[in-house]
């Protein structure tokens, strides 16, 4: 079974398939693509030792030859550094205009392989292997790459969309636990932003998902791509509704720059901590009833998630701290910061107009809380 998300931007069109078993058939899927039988892709240590093999039998299968370049995983791998062996490793390849890269990985490998595609030979194509959760339902689609800056996260980047996004349900197989998790947090941010129903579907089958149920995986990767197809059609680069995916993310920004963006807090759990805190200063605010955060936070401790500061190992900075670290965000507009607040589940909306007081009480108070 293979679900296929249409993502209609005009002139750069493409499509998600999403299903089992579509490394092995990546040759049949792509080959219609390119102008001659070759294709470099760039991975990660981990993933190429799992899936690798997989995939050059899946293009050898249509007569397609693979070179690939192997970096080392983690975020510092997102760095000039390695866009650099990226970039000269592709021109070593003789990488032309006409041909497509393929990042197979996470969202790291993405947005790495992504950005080296946007600006070699001033912008070749791209395909999207996305082999984690987080970068099935998120990274791979809509066009955003980069890297990180020494002064921050994803400070660098283009965008350029993907030609083709290949969702191989099968891999997420080989996740660990937390890693297939943080990847979760992203899923259950589009039920929280816009969709309840697509929530109350995750509360009744999120258990059965995680636990590696193949028909429950398409389900959600589908609706979570496309929600996000949906948002990027109708807001590319950003000047508006595409902020909504941020639900969270301002308060996680600052969490992560607080944990040094390492293993004691990945990106997804960070998103979870912050759509909580979001719902929670949502309620504060006025703007929504106590049963919002509460089923939030109900549905993610379920889930065996991080939910709350407490939940966060280690020394946190005080709340003035964290607020400043927030004042660092892209999403910072002519120095104000901007929260996505939400009416109730599924009812997310973007907004400059949030006391500062009245956040740093809500920091303050879940700090103590730890
Ligand atoms: N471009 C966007 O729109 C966008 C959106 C959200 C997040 N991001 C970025 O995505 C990154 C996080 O992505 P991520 O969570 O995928 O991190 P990641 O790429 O580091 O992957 C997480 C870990 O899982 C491993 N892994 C990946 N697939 C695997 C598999 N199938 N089996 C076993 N191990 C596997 C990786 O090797 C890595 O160790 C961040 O840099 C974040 O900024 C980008």
Same mark, same amino acid.
């Given at each position: 079974?293979?679900?296929?998300?249409?993502?209609?931007?005009?002139?750069?069109?493409?499509? %998600? #398939?999403?299903? +089992?078993g579509l490394l092995a058939k990546s040759g049949a899927l792509i080959g219609p693509m390119l102008a001659r039988k070759q294709v470099c892709v760039v991975t990660d240590e981990n993933v190429a030792a799992l899936h690798l093999e997989t995939l050059r039998a899946g293009l050898a299968a249509d007569g397609i030859a693979m070179?690939?370049?192997?970096?080392?995983?983690?975020?510092?791998?997102?760095?000039?550094?390695?866009?650099?062996?990226?970039?000269?490793?592709?021109l070593s390849q003789r990488v032309e205009r006409k041909d497509l890269v393929v990042a197979l990985g996470g969202g790291v490998i993405g947005d790495l392989t992504g950005f080296a595609a946007a600006i070699l030979r001033r912008g070749v194509g791209f395909v999207q292997i996305p082999t984690s959760l987080l970068a099935q339902v998120d990274s791979s689609v809509g066009g955003k790459t980069g890297i990180n800056s020494p002064l921050g996260k994803n400070l660098v980047g283009a965008f350029h969309q993907p030609r083709l996004v290949l969702a191989d349900i099968d891999v997420l197989g080989t996740l660990t636990l937390r890693d297939f998790l943080a990847g979760y947090g992203e899923v259950v941010k589009y039920?929280? $932003?816009? &969709? /309840?129903? *697509?929530?109350?579907?995750?509360?009744?089958?999120?258990?059965?998902?995680? /636990?590696?149920?193949?028909?429950?995986?398409i389900a959600a990767v589908k609706r979570s791509c496309e929600m996000k197809a949906e948002i990027v059609m109708r807001d590319e680069t950003e000047q508006?509704?595409?902020?909504?995916?941020?639900?969270? #993310?301002?308060?996680? #920004?600052?969490?992560? /720059? /607080?944990?040094?963006?390492? &293993? @004691?807090? $990945? #990106?997804?759990? !960070?998103?979870?901590v912050g759509c909580a805190l979001a719902f929670e200063l949502s309620m504060r605010l006025g703007l929504c009833a106590q049963e919002a955060p509460s089923r939030v936070r109900e549905h993610l401790r379920a889930m065996g998630m991080?939910?709350?500061?407490?939940?966060?190992?280690?020394?946190? +900075?005080?709340?003035?701290?964290?607020? &400043? $670290?927030?004042?660092?965000?892209?999403?910072?507009?002519?120095?104000? $910061?901007? *929260?996505?607040?939400?009416?109730? %589940? !599924?009812?997310?909306?973007?907004?400059? &107009?949030?006391? @500062?007081?009245?956040?740093?009480?809500?920091?303050?108070?879940?700090?103590? @809380?730890r």
């Open positions: 079974m293979m679900e296929t998300v249409h993502v209609g931007l005009e002139g750069r069109e493409y499509d %998600i #398939h999403i299903g +089992p070179e690939a370049l192997v970096l080392p995983a983690g975020e510092s791998t997102k760095s000039w550094a390695y866009l650099e062996q990226t970039v000269e490793w592709l039920g929280m $932003l816009g &969709d /309840a129903n *697509f929530f109350e579907w995750l509360e009744a089958q999120g258990p059965a998902l995680a /636990a590696g149920d193949e028909a429950a995986r508006g509704d595409r902020a909504l995916l941020n639900l969270g #993310h301002t308060f996680c #920004h600052a969490l992560e /720059a /607080a944990t040094g963006y390492g &293993d @004691r807090l $990945l #990106h997804g759990e !960070g998103v979870a991080k939910v709350d500061l407490k939940d966060i190992e280690g020394d946190l +900075p005080d709340a003035d701290v964290l607020l &400043d $670290l927030m004042g660092q965000d892209k999403k910072v507009v002519d120095g104000q $910061l901007r *929260f996505i607040l939400a009416r109730g %589940i !599924g009812e997310a909306f973007v907004t400059a &107009d949030v006391p @500062r007081d009245v956040v740093r009480q809500l920091l303050h108070e879940e700090l103590e @809380r």
